[in-house]
């Protein structure tokens, strides 16, 4: 049985075999959903299909096999021509959504402590343009009233973010609220701030690498001090187990709160100059 039909008896819909690398894909129980995924390396592939495997299962071809790499070459191209494509649509669908929307208070800001602030709104969701460094829309993050985030179908989300510029140090935070909070505990402390919003940890660990000299502003949690650590840059972290600086800053209040941060930033300052 060749890994296709491999594919095909375990559920998985594979429109156009993909080597080497993990591929989601969409699955006869799930069609509208990547259900599933597979990695195809020749003469051993492993797939799952989520709703009937605890883990990969593992297939091996009982045919001698040879790779085509003209094929595999055509088809790395193919589906980088339709990832670009996909950018452009959603980069297109952002530009849209931007012009469409109002600046009025949301559910969210309130809910995170800010009842005065005013974001971009679009259909009842909090819209975030999301930029390249150079300042090319790509796409936007979008919250509901109860805070599940979204991006759109497509779009570029690595080393992309929101930006906060006052013409100050460099700030590097995961999430849109904790950027509010660093920003509004800085002006707190008549401190100048460059705020960017990374959207998610592995992209946090990205956009710190574009600034040698920035602070990462992280979450006391497992996976925010770890991320942190990645980024190799210095970091400011709550005192208290899982809270972010959103937390923080509405606890503390936002004179302390800056006043914590402002230490962060002159320690890195002064490792920066030494």
Known sequence: MNFEAFAQAHGLIIKRLISD???RCATVDHPHK???????SGDVAFLQNWAIHEKPVMWKTDTPYKRDLNKEMAQAQQANKERLEAHRRAANKAA?????????????LVKKGFAEEKGWVWNNLLIVPMRTIEGNLVGCQMIDKDGTKKFLKGQMTKGVMATFDNKGAHIVTEGYATALSV???????QTRYTIHVTFSAANLVTVAGMFPDCVVVGDRDITGIKVAQQTGRPAWFSEVDG????????????????ESLLKTLMGASKDTVS
Do not use: P
Request: charged share 30%; proline share 0%.
């Open 34 to 40: 990547l259900n599933g995924s597979y990695k195809f």
């Open 96 to 108: 849209f959504i931007l012009k469409s929307c109002s600046k009025e208070s949301h559910t969210y």
């Open 183 to 189: 920003r509004r505990a800085l002006k707190a402390v």
């Open 21 to 23: 690398k993990w591929v």
């Open 243 to 258: 809270e972010d600086f959103n937390d923080a800053e509405l606890r503390m209040g936002a004179q302390s709160a800056g």
